[in-house]
Every structure is written in C-alpha cells, then in structure tokens.
C-alpha cells in the first residue's frame, strides 16, 4: 500500500491506498513546523484501518508540498549561493542574477562569476573551460566559508561536459560544497536555467533538513518505506534525489490534484475542473497528465524554465457572491472567500453566495435550506446558468482537442455544478474528492524528459528522435522507473527559425512505474 | 515624441515591439534587458527625429542577425555592435553619428539602444520595416536603391568581417552564412545612409509609435478597458476575426519555420475558419479560403483577453485569439515595395489584398 500526504498551506491531507483503492482518508490542520501536521495526519490515518486486521504494508510514502516555495517567495531560509557561469566572452552583458528582486538576490545570491567556457549550438566550444578562475574562485569561496554553488554553462543541456569538469575542480578544494549543475534542468534559455539552478543551489541546505525531519516523522510511526517528493508534473523522485532537486516540487499541488481527480474517477483524457471558495481552476489531462504551459513561469518574481501545469483559473467558487441587477445576475469573481461558513446565508449569514445557489437548487445539501427560500425559481435558475456558462466557457477554453472530453469535478466548491455542462461531454463526480491532492502524489510516476537543438545534417529525422528517445527512456530508468514500464509519451519538435539547414528544437519525454523495491531502505 | 530611452521606456518599446513583430522578430525579452542594462551604466539614449537629422548625418541600421532562439542561450557579450562600428568606420573612413533600428518588431527593436548607449551616439526616431521580416534585404531603403554594404558583422569573440556585395539579395545570402559560423547569432551594422536618404527612405516616428503602443498596453489592462479594440485603433487597423486554434501544422524549409494555422471563429464569427500562413511572421490571413490580409499589412495575432502577441512558434491547439490587421507603411505599396516584401516575395500565389487605410492618416 501507499501512503499520499499533501502539506498545504491550511491542511495537511493523508489517503492510504491499497492499488488504486482509497481505503482511508484523514485532513488535519498543517502545522508551523510542517513536521508536527505530518505525524498527527500519518497517525489519524493509521487509526482509521479496522485494528483486528493485520497492520498494512506500506510500500512508500509520497509528499506533496509547498514549503520550497515558499522559502523562495518569501526569501527565506535561503543559502548565498555562488553563481559560476562558462560563457565568456557570451553572455557578459547580462550576469548571473539579472532581474531578479533586489531582496531575493540578496537573499540567494553571494557572488556572481561568467568565466571562459561554453558551447555554440552546434556544439562546437565558445571557449576552453577557464580552470584557472575556477580555482581561484574556489579558494575565494572557501576562505569566505560559502558552500552553495551554481554552475551555468551555455547549451549545456547539449553538452554538459564542462559542468562536470567544473564541478570536479571545484571539488579539490571544496569536497562538502552544494554544487548544482544547469543541464540537470536540460532546457534552452539561458536566464531561466540559470535561475532555476541558482535557486536549487540556494535551497539544498533548507531541502536536507526538512526532507530528514520528513523522514523522522515517518519512522517515528513505525513506517518503514521509503520517502519520495511530488515533482511539478505529476511524477515522484526519491527523497534522497529532493535533496539535490528541491526546485522540482515547485507547483506540485496543481499537478497532484489534477491526477488525483484523474485515478478517482478511472480517466486518462479528460478536462478536470477544482473548484474551491474563491476559484475554479481548470486544466487538461492527456494520456493521464497535466498538460503543461508554454510561457515562462515566476517564482517569487525570478523569471525559470520549470514545467507547469497549464491551467486556467476563474473566479467562481463556493463562496463567489451572486448579485442580482438590471443587466442579469452576475457570479464572482468577487468572494467571501474562507469567511463562507459565517457570510453564506445558509449558514446564517447576511451575503448571498454560489453555495446558496447550489442548496436553494437542490444541488448541495448543507446549511439551513430555509434561509434560502425567498429566491425565485426564476433568479436560481438564472444563476445556475451563470455558474454553469463560467464553468463550460472555462473547460472549452482549455480543451485540446476538438472532440468533447468527460469533465470530473474536485473540489469543495465541485457541488456548484449541475449533472450536465454545455460543451463538457460527461460530468464525473468522484468519490474522495476532497483529498484528490493527496491521491495524486500517492499514484505518481517517474518521468524525463531530453530537449536538443539538433541538425538534421544527412541523418535521418527517425533517427535522431530515436536516438532522443533511446535517452530519455535511460534518464527515466535512472529517475526509478521499472524499465518495463517505461514508454515515450510525448515527441515534440519545432524548427528553429533563421538558420541554414534542417535544425530542429526536439524535446522526448518518458515516464514509467515507480520501481519500489530498489528503493526499499 | 520620445526625446530620450529611460529604463522604463525601454520596457514599453518592448511590449510595443512584441505586437508590431507580427508573429516573428524573435522575444524582445533578452533584448530589452541589454538595452536597459546599457542605460543604467551609460545614461539614457537621446532620440532624434528624421527631420531634426544635421546635414552631415551618417546614420547606420544597427541590429542582430541569426536566429532568437540561440540569443535567448547565448546572450550577447553587449559589445558586439561597438566592435562591428569600429571596423566599419575604419573601413569606409568616416565616424557613425546615428544609428538606426531596422526593425520596430520583435527583438530588434531594442538591440540598436545597446549600441547607443554604449558609444553615446544618438538614435533615430523610425525604422526600415515599420514591423518585423525575416531577411535583410527587406527594409524601406532596398526600395530606394540604397545598398545594405559595406556591412560588418561581429561576434562576441572579437571576430568581424566586412562584405561588399552586388545586391542586398547577395548581402542576406552571404551574411546569413557568416552568422551561422559565428553561432547563429551575429550583430551587424548596414546600410549606411546620408540623412537626405533617412529622410527619404525611412519609415518616421516608429520608436515613439511602439513605445506608446506598449504603454497603452498596461494602461489600457490596468484601466479594465478592452485592450485588443485599443491595440487596433491605435494601430489604424480593426479585430478582423475572433477565434480558438483548432490545427497547427509546421514544416520546415529552406532555414524558416513555415506553417500553416487553422482558427474556428466564435462570437461575431461563429461559423467562420481563418487560416494564417506563417513563416516566421504571419504573412497571410485566409477566411472561409479567400486572403483577408497579405503582406506586406501587418497580421497581428494577440491572446483575446490580454491583449498580448503570440509568436508563430507558441501558436498552440486551443489558444483562443484575436486577430488584428493593420495598415502597413505607404512605402511598402510603392511597386518596389511590393516586389520586396507582397506575398509573391514570400512564394505565394495569392493576389495582395489590401486592408482599408484610415482617412487622413499615412503610416
């Protein structure tokens, strides 16, 4: 059986799962030490299991949780980094920690060096490796006592060679140092690499800290399994590899509740729609994961290359208010936000809400129905339509293809929304909705993924995505996939513009099954 | 009119640019950050108008050649463009005194500002395209008769050539293989121009036109007003069509990224299919099969509720847009101008159709 928990910023959840079955399902408030929520949920959940059957045997456990983050938007915790960039003579005109918040680079970033190395786009070399500077910034950052270190080199996610020399020079003089290599993050633009990587170098101390009070929280219930973290697309690695990873589980909430979602109602393509107190987000599900987005994503106002789930989030929610006037009625986006249990009026309140709406139509069944009964058939149904226009306008928006998909509805708020939706295809409603976060991170897989600029020069285009995929299904294994599990799920190419000769942007995607048993401690 | 490029000018000039790219001219982003990194060491960048230009003007088209997506990778080392002034003043034995962008759309827009600031000369209020094309040869000037050469182009490591060609064709065609040597991203400094021919050949007042064009942007987002009806008639041009992508399909050939989109209309076009031919910019707009829009007007493809470009490259299955059409400059309707950058330039067969230009109004 498996274990998922999802830290949030209000609630800790925890769902044991025996396959894909939910057999038990806890919410407890999240503490301020995180930890403390883990061991209180961990322990409700285990007392929910019928005490004369035998004890489950737990397999793994999986967490899902922001407090990365939100180290990085709020800027704390944080470690000086040092940012070593192989470019020069590129690249000098922007340095490392270009657009950055002033507060956050203070925070995250020591010293910032753009040294000779780097590659050219065909993968010829820009420059030799500097090791000379190299060695002098080394002796620099030990004599300062920094041991955070970022390194950068351009195209290195084509070739990652002089990362790696790097990091062995650096090394000789710092052996204990946190030393994170860009092509870890294997993507074009360089900035965004660079950030992502500077920030990972930044938070490693914070991640072997919280992953060990993780792990402590665990054992301390007996639980033996190992420990893996939700990554921002829908996959797990192990706690060892969060550690050297931490900016991988940016994001991860999205991601968990849209698989979650996905397993508790049996689909694989389909539209899922979360629907809280203020907001519904909706997103696409393809081959059982979250589509991602193509724009640039920040954190804490630092511009990265992470994976997204490409969802769209609208105003309505459980406690959006309903106004009634002259040009029709009017749902949101305006909220009552976490105040619905005191506002609604069928809890007693003064402010009429969607979850209102949704008791005085029969669709919830909560609250005094009472308090609801001067509403005309007329103005609920009028609102009803709203709730239902917002919600078909938002799935058709985020639909990714031209045939009608199933809809499954999450979510607290999820019972705003009636048995049909124009436009949706079926409306799933499944059991443990609540707790779809948690699910989620309990079913994850493991994934990687291989971007190339690459020349087509005489070789054929199977060949070489044969060759990408042949990679990637390498990486994936490597990540803790079962090999057998293991299949490329997405190939996508674009030709890159302006340049002679068949040059292609390829990106080969693989994920596969949780191997558990080589991770069994 | 813009009388100097401040931080936050630059900011503008950026976002105005991403429209007026047309779908192509690469992510101002990198740009705009070199552009305001070079202001903040060197001061703001005077800006001067074509009709204030001293009779004794040498003015040159300052810009990146090569393709965006490597710039975004290998960012520029910022004195490329210095370099390639010096070897191209001591090759033709005189001092630049302006520099000019040959492009308003895209990246290029913002690369002329680094070499501005950089070695304090002043930059020209206008541009060679009044948007974004792919090749060389295509800018205002070529239509005049003025040569691209002597060009230099440099890179980040010092190295720089300088070329005589026979024509600007010739120019793209050697150039294009210099820059794919130096990485695929080259800085060049062309077209030299006295400023009788600035004012002759240059399309006037485009720095001010896309930095004002950005700024209503943000102010119109800021505001609650319906950003993309702003965007058209900022632009003189009108919404031609509302829709969501339902195909995408790209090939490439002969070093372009071409394609072909296809858009189901909704509200006032429900029922209606818009197809756009893209290489690198979007070059033709076909609705129900019949062109609406051709080059050389411009075919700007914006998200519907943001009002914000949406590069060929990101075009995606479900992305729900707005299309603009925009008058082009004047110049471009001119025989020469038409030749260079109509839709047969680009290999297609269909007739220009020419969108309605305002009254009283000559962009």
């Given at each position: 059986?498996?274990?998922g928990i999802d830290v949030g910023g209000t609630n800790t959840d925890a769902v044991?799962?025996?396959?894909?079955?939910v057999?038990g399902a806890v919410k407890q408030p999240t503490t301020a030490?995180v930890?403390g929520g883990v061991?209180n949920a961990?322990?409700t959940l285990?007392e929910q299991?019928?005490?004369?059957?035998?004890?489950?045997?737990?397999?793994?456990?999986?967490?899902g949780t922001t407090?990365?983050t939100n180290?990085?938007v709020e800027?704390?915790?944080?470690?000086?980094?040092?940012?070593?960039?192989?470019?020069?003579?590129?690249?000098?005109?922007?340095?490392?920690?270009?657009?950055?918040?002033?507060?956050?680079?203070?925070?995250?970033?020591?010293?910032?060096?753009?040294?000779?190395?780097?590659?050219?786009?065909?993968?010829?070399?820009?420059?030799?490796?500097?090791?000379?500077?190299?060695?002098?910034?080394?002796?620099?950052?030990?004599?300062?006592?920094?041991?955070?270190?970022?390194?950068?080199?351009?195209?290195?996610?084509?070739?990652?060679?002089?990362?790696?020399?790097?990091?062995?020079?650096?090394?000789?003089?710092?052996?204990?140092?946190?030393?994170?290599?860009?092509?870890?993050?294997?993507?074009?633009?360089?900035?965004?690499?660079?950030?992502?990587?500077?920030?990972?170098?930044?938070?490693?101390?914070?991640?072997?800290?919280?992953?060990?009070?993780?792990?402590?929280?665990?054992?301390?219930?007996?639980?033996?399994?190992?420990?893996?973290?939700?990554?921002?697309?829908?996959?797990?690695?192990?706690?060892?590899?969060?550690?050297?990873?931490?900016?991988?589980?940016?994001a991860s909430g999205p991601v968990n509740s849209m698989r979650g979602a996905a397993l508790l109602s049996g689909l694989?393509?389909c539209m899922i729609v979360d629907i809280g107190g203020t907001t519904a987000d909706v997103g696409a599900l393809?081959?059982?994961?979250p589509?991602?987005?193509?724009?640039?994503?920040?954190?804490?106002?630092?511009?990265?290359?992470?994976?997204?789930p490409d969802v769209l989030s609208v105003g309505l929610g459980g406690g959006s208010r309903v106004h009634f006037g002259d040009a029709g009625v009017t749902v949101g986006p305006d909220s009552v936000g976490f105040r619905l249990l005191e506002d609604g009026l069928v809890f007693g309140g003064r402010t009429l809400t969607a979850s209102d709406i949704a008791v005085a139509a029969n669709r919830a069944a909560f609250g005094d129905r009472d308090a609801v009964r001067h509403l005309t058939e007329e103005q609920i149904e009028a609102a009803l339509n709203e709730i239902d226009r917002l919600v078909g306008a938002a799935i058709e928006r985020m639909r990714?293809?031209?045939?009608e998909l199933p809809t499954v509805v999450v979510g607290g708020g999820s019972v705003l929304v009636g048995a049909a939706l124009p436009g949706a295809g079926d409306i799933v409603r499944p059991p443990h909705y609540g707790c779809a976060n948690a699910v989620g991170a309990?079913?994850?897989?493991?994934?990687?993924?291989?971007?190339?600029?690459?020349?087509?020069?005489?070789?054929?285009?199977?060949?070489?995505?044969?060759?990408?995929?042949?990679?990637?299904?390498?990486?994936?294994?490597?990540?803790?996939?079962?090999?057998?599990?293991?299949?490329?799920?997405?190939?996508?190419?674009?030709?890159?513009?302006?340049?002679?000769?068949?040059?292609?942007?390829?990106?080969?995607?693989?994920?596969?099954?949780?191997?558990?048993?080589?991770?069994?401690? | 009119?813009?009388?100097?490029?401040?931080?936050?000018?630059?900011?503008?000039?950026?976002?105005?640019?991403?429209?007026?790219?047309?779908?192509?001219?690469?992510?101002?982003?990198?740009?705009?950050?070199?552009?305001?990194?070079?202001?903040?060491?060197?001061?703001?960048?005077?800006?001067?108008?074509?009709?204030?230009?001293?009779?004794?003007?040498?003015?040159?088209?300052?810009?990146?050649?090569?393709?965006?997506?490597?710039?975004?990778?290998?960012?520029?080392?910022?004195?490329?463009?210095?370099?390639?002034?010096?070897?191209?003043?001591?090759?033709?034995?005189?001092?630049?005194?302006?520099?000019?962008?040959?492009?308003?759309?895209?990246?290029?827009?913002?690369?002329?500002?680094?070499?501005?600031?950089?070695?304090?000369?002043?930059?020209?209020?206008?541009?060679?395209?009044?948007?974004?094309?792919?090749?060389?040869?295509?800018?205002?000037?070529?239509?005049?008769?003025?040569?691209?050469?002597?060009?230099?182009?440099?890179?980040?490591?010092?190295?720089?050539?300088?070329?005589?060609?026979?024509?600007?064709?010739?120019?793209?065609?050697?150039?294009?293989?210099?820059?794919?040597?130096?990485?695929?991203?080259?800085?060049?400094?062309?077209?030299?121009?006295?400023?009788?021919?600035?004012?002759?050949?240059?399309?006037?007042?485009?720095?001010?036109?896309?930095?004002?064009?950005?700024?209503?942007?943000?102010?119109?987002r800021h505001a609650g007003l319906p950003v993309?009806?702003?965007?058209?008639?900022?632009?003189?041009?009108?919404?031609?069509?509302?829709?969501?992508?339902?195909?995408?399909?790209?090939?490439?050939?002969?070093?372009?990224?071409?394609?072909?989109?296809?858009?189901?209309?909704t509200d006032?076009?429900?029922?209606?299919?818009?197809?756009?031919?893209?290489?690198?910019?979007?070059?033709?707009?076909?609705?129900?099969?019949?062109?609406?829009?051709?080059?050389?007007?411009?075919?700007?493809?914006?998200?519907e509720d943001l009002?914000?470009?949406?590069?060929?490259?990101?075009?995606?299955?479900?992305?729900r847009?707005?299309?603009?059409?925009?008058?082009?400059?004047?110049?471009?309707?001119?025989?020469?101008?038409?030749?260079?950058?109509?839709?047969?330039?680009?290999?297609?067969?269909?007739?220009?159709?020419?969108?309605?230009?305002?009254?009283?109004?000559?962009?």
């Amino acid at each position: 059986m498996r274990i998922g928990i999802d830290v949030g910023g209000t609630n800790t959840d925890a769902v044991l799962l025996d396959g894909d079955v939910v057999v038990g399902a806890v919410k407890q408030p999240t503490t301020a030490d995180v930890t403390g929520g883990v061991v209180n949920a961990l322990t409700t959940l285990l007392e929910q299991v019928d005490p004369g059957a035998a004890p489950p045997v737990i397999e793994a456990v999986m967490i899902g949780t922001t407090h990365f983050t939100n180290a990085v938007v709020e800027a704390r915790r944080l470690t000086p980094t040092s940012c070593i960039r192989l470019a020069a003579p590129a690249t000098t005109a922007l340095p490392p920690g270009t657009d950055w918040p002033g507060h956050l680079r203070e925070a995250a970033v020591f010293s910032s060096h753009v040294i000779g190395g780097g590659h050219e786009c065909d993968g010829r070399p820009i420059a030799v490796l500097d090791t000379a500077a190299l060695r002098t910034i080394a002796t620099e950052l030990a004599d300062a006592g920094v041991g955070a270190i970022a390194v950068t080199g351009v195209h290195s996610y084509i070739d990652g060679s002089q990362e790696r020399q790097a990091e062995e020079i650096l090394r000789e003089v710092l052996p204990d140092a946190d030393i994170t290599l860009s092509h870890m993050f294997g993507r074009s633009g360089l900035l965004e690499r660079e950030n992502a990587t500077v920030l990972n170098a930044s938070l490693r101390h914070l991640a072997r800290h919280t992953i060990r009070s993780f792990e402590e929280a665990v054992s301390s219930l007996g639980i033996a399994a190992p420990l893996f973290l939700s990554q921002n697309d829908g996959t797990v690695m192990s706690a060892r590899a969060a550690t050297e990873l931490p900016v991988a589980t940016f994001a991860s909430g999205p991601v968990n509740s849209m698989r979650g979602a996905a397993l508790l109602s049996g689909l694989k393509d389909c539209m899922i729609v979360d629907i809280g107190g203020t907001t519904a987000d909706v997103g696409a599900l393809q081959r059982g994961f979250p589509r991602e987005a193509a724009v640039a994503v920040d954190i804490g106002g630092v511009r990265t290359n992470f994976r997204m789930p490409d969802v769209l989030s609208v105003g309505l929610g459980g406690g959006s208010r309903v106004h009634f006037g002259d040009a029709g009625v009017t749902v949101g986006p305006d909220s009552v936000g976490f105040r619905l249990l005191e506002d609604g009026l069928v809890f007693g309140g003064r402010t009429l809400t969607a979850s209102d709406i949704a008791v005085a139509a029969n669709r919830a069944a909560f609250g005094d129905r009472d308090a609801v009964r001067h509403l005309t058939e007329e103005q609920i149904e009028a609102a009803l339509n709203e709730i239902d226009r917002l919600v078909g306008a938002a799935i058709e928006r985020m639909r990714t293809s031209p045939t009608e998909l199933p809809t499954v509805v999450v979510g607290g708020g999820s019972v705003l929304v009636g048995a049909a939706l124009p436009g949706a295809g079926d409306i799933v409603r499944p059991p443990h909705y609540g707790c779809a976060n948690a699910v989620g991170a309990a079913i994850a897989q493991v994934g990687a993924d291989i971007e190339r600029v690459v020349s087509l020069d005489g070789r054929s285009r199977h060949e070489v995505i044969e060759q990408a995929s042949a990679e990637a299904i390498e990486r994936c294994v490597a990540a803790g996939a079962r090999p057998a599990s293991v299949e490329v799920v997405d190939v996508d190419e674009v030709p890159v513009a302006y340049v002679a000769g068949g040059t292609v942007r390829l990106r080969v995607r693989a994920i596969g099954d949780l191997e558990v048993t080589t991770h069994a401690s | 009119m813009l009388h100097e490029f401040t931080r936050p000018d630059v900011a503008d000039l950026a976002s105005g640019a991403a429209l007026l790219g047309t779908g192509g001219g690469g992510s101002p982003y990198v740009g705009r950050l070199m552009a305001q990194a070079a202001i903040d060491r060197h001061g703001p960048v005077p800006v001067v108008q074509v009709d204030e230009l001293d009779d004794d003007s040498f003015v040159v088209f300052a810009s990146m050649i090569g393709a965006p997506t490597v710039l975004g990778e290998k960012i520029p080392a910022g004195t490329e463009l210095a370099r390639a002034m010096e070897v191209y003043e001591a090759h033709v034995g005189r001092e630049i005194t302006h520099v000019l962008p040959s492009e308003v759309g895209g990246l290029n827009s913002t690369v002329p500002l680094v070499a501005a600031a950089t070695r304090g000369v002043p930059i020209v209020d206008g541009d060679g395209m009044g948007r974004a094309f792919p090749e060389i040869q295509m800018v205002t000037p070529t239509i005049h008769g003025i040569p691209a050469t002597p060009m230099a182009l440099a890179d980040e490591k010092g190295n720089a050539v300088v070329l005589e060609t026979i024509d600007n064709h010739w120019t793209e065609r050697l150039g294009r293989n210099a820059v794919v040597q130096m990485g695929s991203v080259g800085f060049a400094i062309n077209f030299a121009m006295t400023a009788e021919q600035v004012r002759r050949a240059i399309i006037p007042g485009t720095l001010t036109m896309a930095t004002e064009l950005g700024r209503l942007v943000h102010e119109s987002r800021h505001a609650g007003l319906p950003v993309v009806e702003q965007v058209a008639a900022a632009l003189g041009g009108s919404v031609v069509f509302t829709g969501k992508v339902v195909d995408i399909e790209r090939r490439t050939t002969a070093g372009f990224s071409r394609g072909t989109a296809r858009l189901d209309g909704t509200d006032d076009h429900a029922g209606e299919v818009l197809q756009l031919e893209f290489q690198n910019e979007f070059l033709v707009a076909l609705r129900d099969g019949r062109p609406i829009v051709t080059v050389p007007d411009l075919i700007i493809v914006v998200d519907e509720d943001l009002g914000e470009a949406i590069t060929a490259e990101d075009v995606r299955y479900g992305y729900r847009t707005a299309v603009i059409a925009a008058p082009c400059h004047d110049q471009w309707l001119t025989p020469g101008g038409l030749a260079l950058a109509g839709p047969a330039a680009f290999g297609y067969d269909w007739e220009r159709v020419p969108v309605p230009r305002p009254a009283g109004t000559a962009r």
